[in-house]
């Protein structure tokens, strides 16, 4: 079963546009998600987190939103540029059955190209 | 430059030899984890590891061993390679004490590995 799960494999968005990638999630137990960013023939690289006390998390272009009703949440590029596109991992946590490892749970991922 | 060393980038091995992936980190960080990354599966937890001679299985450890005789070190074992295990496989390492920033996870850029 797939507890993180991003349905859209693919995204494609003009240069300067706003990207908004989704994922959703089913346990309610995670209260931290992060997106990593990962470019071919590289190891994943931090992006964005949030911890589930808020609903909203800003660092420059990226934005982290998260629904926690809903169980869903979302990252924000604007303007988007061509060096953002990557493949974009959601990922999440549950501190409290994880404890002392931090084990993190991924999506899929989605691939985004940005056009010039 | 703090960093996860993967020492192959690329292997071809044969179907059923016994195959090393080694992972190292220079962060003195106690977690350590193998992920392995496959087109629409997203990353999956084959093992991870929290302390040296501790190890923890995750979601997907059929076929896999660990080894962390060392705090630096994390070596996956597959016992018989099988085409199957063709993937690309990724190490990660964390520190409990950064989970109010992002995890601290840090990832290897990668093991493409080919069984044949």
């Known amino acids: 079963d797939q507890q993180v799960k991003q349905n859209s494999p693919s995204l494609s968005v003009q240069e300067g546009r706003i990207s908004i990638l989704n994922c959703d999630y089913t346990?309610?137990?995670?209260?931290?998600f992060l997106w990593y960013k990962k470019y071919p023939a590289e190891g994943p690289t931090f992006l964005i987190s949030?911890?589930?006390?808020?609903d909203k998390n800003e660092d420059g272009r990226f934005t982290v939103f998260l629904n926690k009703s809903a169980k869903h949440l979302s990252l924000h590029i604007v303007p988007s540029q061509p060096g953002d596109s990557a493949v974009y991992f959601c990922a999440a946590s549950a501190a409290k059955r994880s404890g002392n490892t931090g084990k993190l749970i991924f999506g899929q991922g989605t691939t985004l190209q940005v056009k010039p | 430059d703090v960093k996860v060393t993967q020492s192959s980038r690329y292997l071809v091995k044969r179907t059923g030899e016994k195959v090393f992936l080694e992972c190292v980190q220079d962060m003195d960080h106690e977690n350590m984890f193998w992920y392995r990354q496959d087109p629409g599966l997203g990353l999956r937890l084959i093992y991870f590891s929290y302390d040296v001679k501790m190890k923890e299985k995750g979601d997907i450890p059929e076929g896999y061993s660990v080894s962390r005789e060392k705090k630096e070190r994390f070596s996956l074992i597959l016992e018989s390679a099988s085409t199957n295990q063709t993937s690309m496989y990724l190490c990660?390492?964390?520190?409990?004490?950064?989970?109010?920033?992002?995890?601290?996870?840090?990832f290897g850029s990668g093991t493409r590995l080919t069984v044949v």
């Open positions: 990660a390492s964390s520190s409990p004490g950064q989970r109010d920033l992002n995890y601290g996870y840090t």
């Open positions: 346990n309610s137990m995670f209260d931290y």
């Open positions: 949030i911890s589930s006390i808020k």
